[in-house]
């Protein structure tokens, strides 16, 4: 099955600095690549996703870049603020798995510094 | 629209009770999915289901079962208690569709056996 693996495990930054989490992926039939974010106590919740047909995607301070030939991707957060303290999971989707079943990094505790 | 709803939030269970974990959806997606989150790991997919009347093993679905009479609900059963399944579990739904789509996920219940 799919195996991703997820790094850094924990990320200090200053307020205002970037912080940048990067994940690798085993299975080259995954197509789809979903970032989540877990405050503590709550369930995750994605922040942003990106398919295998497109290299890079945006949203505000927010970015994730897909290498298919190197299966690696990565979450790229610009001018962080204190509020995007959390746990970052990322994931990866075999085509033909099941329900497009996801398989999940171990997570990235992120702690901004005000 | 609450969307997934997961009850109780919080068990503690004595080896070798049983007990099911209740999760709801109301937003009328086909995909449901039961994962565990064991302390700083990631999420490890249990069960899943297609539609009403369909479920399927996911990575760790030994101990556990599952049912899916309606749309809405995906009950998680624990029929023999065991400290490895001390976790939080995390229901999941999505749309279905040829295109991967969004997981969205319940706040988890927090089960301890001892």
């Known amino acids: 099955g799919e195996n991703v693996e997820q790094h850094p495990s924990t990320l200090s930054v200053q307020e205002g600095d970037s912080a940048v989490i990067k994940c690798t992926y085993s299975?080259?039939?995954?197509?789809?690549f979903p970032w989540y974010k877990q405050e503590l106590g709550k369930g995750p919740q994605l922040i942003i996703d990106?398919?295998?047909?497109?290299g890079e995607k945006k949203d505000q301070r927010i970015a994730v870049t897909l290498n298919k030939t190197a299966k690696h991707f990565s979450l790229h957060i610009t001018e962080t603020q204190p509020e995007d303290s959390a746990v970052y999971f990322c994931?990866?989707?075999?085509?033909?798995?099941?329900?497009?079943?996801?398989?999940f990094g171990t997570g990235t505790r992120l702690t901004v510094i005000p | 629209n609450a969307g997934v709803t997961q009850t109780p939030k919080f068990r503690i269970l004595k080896i070798g009770q049983s007990m099911t974990l209740q999760c709801t959806q109301d937003?009328?997606?086909?995909?449901m999915y039961w994962y565990r989150q064991d302390p700083g790991m990631g999420l490890k997919l249990i069960y899943y289901?297609?539609?009403?009347?369909?479920?399927d093993k996911g990575e760790v679905p030994n101990g556990y079962n599952v049912s899916r009479s309606t749309t809405e609900d995906f009950p998680l059963r624990l029929e023999l208690a065991a400290p490895s399944q001390t976790s939080v579990y995390f229901c999941?739904?999505?749309?279905?569709?040829?295109?991967?789509?969004?997981?969205?996920f319940g706040d988890g219940t927090r089960l301890s056996i001892l």
């Open positions: 999941a739904s999505s749309y279905s569709g040829q295109y991967n789509q969004p997981q969205h």
């Open positions: 299975d080259s039939a995954s197509n789809y």
């Open positions: 990106i398919r295998s047909n497109v």
């Open positions: 994931a990866a989707s075999p085509v033909g798995t099941g329900a497009n079943n996801l398989f």
């Open positions: 937003m009328n997606h086909n995909y």
């Open positions: 289901s297609v539609g009403a009347g369909i479920t």
